[in-house]
Structure formats: C-alpha cells, structure tokens
C-alpha cells in the first residue's frame, strides 16, 4: 500500500498514471487469488435445524463462484428435519465442503451433495439416503453406511 501511495504521490503524466494503474490491478490480482484459495472455518459445522442452517450459511459461501471450505472439526448434516428450501440450501453449503479434519455424519431423505468432498480425516457415516461423494479420495477412519439400495 505504501509503495502505491508513493507513487500516487508522483504522478504528473499520464504514463506515471499508467503504471499506478498497472500496480493496482497486480495488486487486484493477488487479492483475487488469496479470495479464491479455499477457506478454513475452525469450527464444528452442524446443520439440523433452520437455525443452525442459518448460521452455517453465514460461515460458508455457497454460490457458485464462493470458495470451497476445509472445516477443522467435525461435519454433521441431518436434513430430515429441514424444509425443502431449507434443503437446498442444506445441499448447496455440503457441495462447498472439499475437507474435513473430524468425523462426518450425514443423514438425509435424498442423497445430499457432497461434490467437493475429497478428504475426511476421521469417520464418515452415511444413513437415509447415499451421498453424492464421486471425489471423496480418503477417509481416514471407518466407514459405516444406512441406507436402503447398492451400497
């Protein structure tokens, strides 16, 4: 930011304004990349109610072009008792988790998106309905599945 000022300092022509302007956007870009990395949330993330759905939505991003997330701690998601827009967006914060550090609990009527998830460095149990996990790579602990259907 200093060097930035210094330079603003000094402009008197419009190639002097060229080079502020060519700093700022390398800045712009460095910005972008760190916002693009994937973001860590250092807390257990629990979605079971519209309440804690609410609050986790306000942890994890889940648009389309928002981060994917390594949570430092255990990931339990149970959409049985959600709405069905509740469920959505349940659906959309899951496909968002790329790595858990904790166990992962997941319990659903309808298979739950999990399309980001590649790591969990603990349990993973899976009851209701499967998971859509096509790149989970490791689990570090057990594996227990409760569902109806090829499992």
Do not use: C, H, W
């Amino acid at each position: 930011m200093t060097a930035i000022e210094a330079l603003l300092a000094n402009v008197t022509t419009a190639d002097e304004l060229a080079a502020v302007s060519a700093a700022l956007a390398a800045v712009q870009a460095d910005v972008t990349t760190l916002l693009e990395a994937d973001a860590v949330i250092n807390q257990p993330v629990t979605i079971t109610n519209s309440a804690n759905l609410e609050y986790v939505s306000s942890l994890i991003g889940y648009a389309i072009d928002d981060p994917n997330v390594i949570v430092n701690g255990a990931v339990t998601i149970n959409t049985t008792a959600l709405t069905a827009s509740e469920t959505i967006t349940a659906n959309a914060i899951a496909g968002k988790i790329r790595t858990v550090i904790g166990n992962v609990a997941v319990t659903a009527a309808v298979a739950l998106n999990l399309e980001s998830l590649s790591f969990i460095n603990g349990n993973y149990s899976v009851s209701g309905s499967d998971a859509n996990d096509p790149n989970l790579a490791t689990i570090s602990g057990s594996l227990t599945t409760d569902y109806p259907g090829d499992q």
